[in-house]
C-alpha cells in the first residue's frame, strides 16, 4: 500500500498577476511538471467573454438556504433505482420519474441547480414541456454531467481514471446551447488501493482541464474529486488523503488558468471508512470537513456543495437525515463559503419509495422530495433540527451493484 509520503509537498509559489488566480497559493511545480510560461498569449483571451456570467451563475447556485438535486444518474444507475420499485428501465419511466422531480411545486424555494444526465438534458416531461425550460421557471439552474465515466488507470494498484476530454469542447459548447449553465465532472480516489501519487495526479490534472474546457465554453465546473468510502480505515486517515488531494487539485486549476470565483466545489464529507468499527458524529465529520476546507479551499471559491462519499460497490450509509445533520453541523460557524448540499439519494431515496410508480402516488412522493429538499435548506442555514422525520429517512440509504 502506498503511503502519504508520496504525495508532493514543497514550497508555495505566486502566479503571474495577469492570471486570474492572483495570489492564491499552493506549492512549486515538480521538475516532472511542464511549466507554462507567463509571457505567452493567455488562455484567458477565449475565456474572458464568459467571465462575468460564470461568476454571475456561480453566485446564483450558491444562494442562502438552496442546493444542488443531482439527478445525473447514468441510464443504468437509474434502471436499478426503478428496480427497486419494480419498474422497467425504459426511457417512459425514466421520463416519469424525472418529471415527477422537476415539476414538484416550490422546488426552487430549496434548490438552486439541477445535474442533469445527457438524455434528460435534451428530454421533455410527460406534458411535452422541456425538463430545462421547467427548471429554469423554477429558478433553478440546468446543469449536465460531462465526464464519459471511470476506467482503470494502468500503472496504478487496481485504481481508476477519469475519462472524456477527448470532444469535450464541442459536447460543452452544444450543452450550453441546450441550455446548461454548469458542469459536473467526477473523478475517485480509493483509499485501500494507496492511493498512488499517479492516481492522485491524474484525477487533479484530469479536473483541471476539464474545469477549464468548462470555463472556456460558458460552462461552471463542479469539482469533484470524491474520496470513496471504501476501507477499514478511520477518519484521520481519511482526512489525511483528502488534504494531499486537494493540494494537488489546486495546484492544477492554477496551472491550467481556472477562474476560482467561476467554479464549485463538491468534496466529500470527510468521514471512516465504510467498514471502520468507529463511527463518527455530526460534529466529528462538519469539524474535520471544515478543517480540511479551511487549510485547502481559497475563500475566492464562491460554493462548497458537499457530497456524501460511497462505496465503489455499495452505495449509501448514511441515511437522509444523517446527511442532512451533518451539513446542518457545518453550519454552525461562521465560514468565507458557501457551504450546501449536492445530494442525489439523499433528497430522492423517499421520494422515489413513495412513489412506487404509481401516478396517484405523485404528489405524496414529490411532498417528499419537497420536505428533504426543506429539511436540507434549513441544515444549508444551519436552523435544521430534525423534529418530524419520518422512519424511512432515517434508513441508511443502500443501492446494491452501484453504478456511476
Known amino acids: 500500500m502506498a503511503s502519504a509520503s508520496l504525495f508532493k509537498t514543497s514550497p508555495a509559489t505566486i502566479l503571474d498577476k495577469s492570471e486570474w488566480v492572483k495570489g492564491q497559493t499552493l506549492r512549486q511545480s515538480p521538475l516532472s511538471v511542464v511549466r507554462f510560461n507567463s509571457t505567452a498569449p493567455s488562455a ?15 453566485k446564483t447556485i450558491a444562494t442562502p438556504g438552496r442546493g444542488i438535486l443531482a439527478m445525473d444518474e447514468s441510464n443504468a444507475t437509474c434502471g436499478k433505482r426503478l428496480a427497486s420499485i419494480g419498474l422497467e428501465n425504459t426511457e417512459a419511466n425514466r421520463q416519469a420519474y424525472r418529471t415527477l422531480l422537476v415539476s414538484a411545486p416550490g422546488l426552487g424555494n430549496y434548490i438552486s441547480g439541477a445535474i442533469l444526465f445527457e438524455e434528460t438534458l435534451y428530454q421533455s416531461t410527460v406534458d411535452g414541456k422541456k425538463i430545462v425550460d421547467v427548471l429554469v421557471e423554477q429558478g433553478i439552474v440546468p446543469g449536465i454531467k460531462t465526464d464519459k465515466g471511470l476506467v482503470p488507470l494502468a500503472g496504478s494498484n487496481d485504481e481508476s481514471w477519469c475519462q472524456g476530454l477527448d470532444g469535450l469542447a464541442s459536447r460543452s459548447a452544444a450543452y450550453y446551447q441546450q441550455g446548461a449553465r454548469f458542469a459536473k465532472w467526477r473523478t475517485v480516489v480509493s483509499i485501500p488501493n494507496g492511493p498512488s501519487a499517479l492516481a492522485v495526479k491524474e484525477a487533479a490534472w484530469g479536473l483541471a482541464r476539464y474545469a477549464a474546457i468548462s470555463q472556456d465554453n460558458g460552462l461552471v465546473p463542479i469539482v469533484e474529486p470524491e474520496i470513496l468510502l471504501d476501507g477499514e480505515h478511520g477518519i484521520d486517515r481519511t482526512f489525511e488523503v483528502a488534504q494531499a488531494v486537494w493540494a494537488e487539485v489546486f495546484f492544477y486549476l492554477a496551472s491550467n488558468n481556472v477562474l476560482f470565483e467561476g467554479i464549485l466545489l463538491k468534496p466529500s464529507m470527510v468521514t471512516p471508512g465504510a467498514e471502520c468499527k468507529e463511527r463518527a458524529t455530526p460534529d466529528q465529520v462538519a469539524d474535520y470537513t471544515l478543517k480540511l476546507l ?16 460511497k462505496n465503489s460497490f455499495l452505495s449509501g450509509g448514511q441515511s437522509e437525515v444523517e446527511a442532512t445533520l451533518n451539513l446542518n453541523a457545518m453550519n454552525q460557524s461562521p465560514n468565507p463559503w458557501h457551504v450546501s448540499f449536492s445530494y442525489a439519494r439523499a433528497l430522492q431515496n423517499t421520494c422515489l419509495k413513495t412513489w412506487g410508480g ?26 435544521y433540527t430534525g423534529e418530524g422525520e419520518s422512519e424511512e429517512a432515517k434508513k441508511g440509504m443502500f443501492v446494491k451493484g452501484y453504478v456511476y
Open 44 to 58: 484567458l483571451a477565449v475565456r474572458a467573454s464568459y467571465a462575468d456570467e460564470l461568476v454571475k451563475t456561480a
Open 294 to 309: 479551511q487549510r485547502r479551499i481559497p475563500p475566492a471559491v464562491p460554493g462548497i456543495m458537499a457530497s456524501i462519499p
Open 358 to 383: 404509481r401516478p396517484e402516488n405523485v404528489k405524496a412522493a414529490q411532498d417528499a422530495l419537497l420536505q428533504r429538499a426543506s429539511s436540507n435548506s434549513l441544515a444549508q442555514l444551519g436552523k
